[in-house]
């Protein structure tokens, strides 16, 4: 799962710290060596995180934003 993380977070959010190939350079931990970049992939995981939990815990209706039934979208 976090590689599929790390992959959005470099698609999404990295680009906006500068030239990607620069940005994305990690040291040999794994962690960013931008410690600004680093800081904001932490906080990342966190929301990502957030917001699966907030999405397995939700309660009413018939809508799953996790697993949809083929349906049309009752939004």
Do not use: C
């Amino acid at each position: 799962m976090s590689k599929i993380i790390r992959e959005a977070f470099e698609k999404e959010s990295a680009p906006s710290f500068g030239t990607t190939s620069e940005i994305i350079k990690k040291n040999s931990k794994g962690e960013y060596k931008n410690p600004t970049v680093e800081d904001h992939w932490q906080t990342f995981q966190e929301g990502w995180e957030a917001a699966i939990n907030h999405l397995k815990n939700k309660k009413g209706g018939g809508y799953s934003d996790i697993v949809s039934d083929g349906g049309m979208d009752p939004r």
